[in-house]
């Protein structure tokens, strides 16, 4: 099964991208949404989640309260190394068993956004990457998850810079400006990874 790992910064337009991909009949699978569904109560990490952080961290539904764990964790370094030392391990396993149900697909999408910060490259054959830069990307952060610019700092500057990601890169994706001609770009990248996937 040929896979490719999509990354980026927070608010680059992984899901934009990704969402290209989709338009294709790619299959998406999305590391995000696999950690989101490994807190859901019920699952192993909502559980070590909530004994770590006490009832404080759920929300009055009982849910884990997402916007408070945030701020916890890009606020007090060390709480964020306990939360991804427990995690990552987690959405690997289910990111590699998702993968191997897909062997009857050309390729596969796997959207990483810390693909390189988690060391997750072994999962995927080829890596793409969305570049964008960080004043944007603070800017879309700001509207999208309706936080003030100090947070949204913060978060950015807890991951890799553009330029070190575009570096370890096998492919890249410009996507600098509004106008960034985005569907153009997937569809070259689209054809290119069929022939790879083939051979």
Same mark, same amino acid.
């Given at each position: 099964?040929?896979?490719?790992?999509?990354?980026?910064?927070?608010?680059?337009?992984?899901?934009?991208?990704?969402?290209?991909?989709?338009?294709?009949?790619?299959?998406?699978?999305?590391?995000?949404?696999?950690?989101?569904?490994?807190?859901?109560?019920?699952?192993?990490?909502?559980?070590?989640?909530?004994?770590?952080?006490?009832?404080?961290?759920?929300?009055?539904?009982?849910?884990?309260?997402?916007?408070?764990?945030?701020?916890?964790?890009?606020?007090?370094?060390?709480?964020?190394?306990?939360?991804?030392?427990?995690?990552?391990?987690?959405?690997?396993?289910?990111?590699?068993?998702?993968?191997?149900?897909?062997?009857?697909?050309?390729?596969?999408?796997?959207?990483?956004?810390?693909?390189?910060?988690?060391?997750?490259?072994?999962?995927?054959?080829?890596?793409?990457?969305?570049?964008?830069?960080?004043?944007?990307?603070?800017?879309?952060?700001? &509207?999208? *998850? !309706?936080? @003030?610019?100090?947070?949204?700092?913060?978060? /950015?500057? =807890?991951?890799?810079?553009?330029?070190? $990601?575009?570096?370890?890169?096998?492919?890249?994706?410009?996507? &600098?400006? *509004? !106008?960034? @001609?985005?569907?153009?770009?997937?569809?070259? /990248?689209? =054809?290119?990874?069929?022939?790879?996937? $083939?051979?």
């Amino acid at each position: 099964m040929f896979s490719v790992g999509l990354t980026g910064g927070i608010a680059s337009g992984k899901t934009t991208i990704s969402d290209l991909f989709a338009a294709r009949a790619v299959p998406i699978i999305d590391t995000d949404v696999i950690s989101r569904s490994l807190l859901e109560p019920g699952e192993r990490a909502f559980e070590q989640v909530s004994a770590h952080f006490g009832a404080a961290i759920q929300d009055a539904a009982g849910r884990i309260d997402r916007l408070r764990l945030r701020e916890i964790v890009f606020s007090d370094a060390k709480e964020k190394n306990w939360l991804e030392k427990m995690l990552h391990p987690l959405i690997y396993q289910r990111s590699h068993d998702a993968i191997l149900q897909l062997h009857r697909s050309a390729y596969t999408l796997v959207v990483i956004p810390l693909l390189f910060e988690t060391n997750f490259q072994a999962l995927v054959d080829r890596i793409l990457v969305v570049d964008c830069p960080a004043e944007v990307q603070v800017e879309r952060l700001i &509207r999208r *998850d !309706n936080i @003030d610019e100090n947070l949204a700092r913060k978060m /950015l500057a =807890q991951q890799l810079p553009n330029h070190e $990601r575009v570096a370890r890169a096998h492919d890249v994706i410009e996507n &600098r400006h *509004d !106008n960034a @001609d985005l569907e153009a770009q997937v569809e070259k /990248l689209h =054809q290119e990874y069929l022939v790879l996937a $083939r051979s």
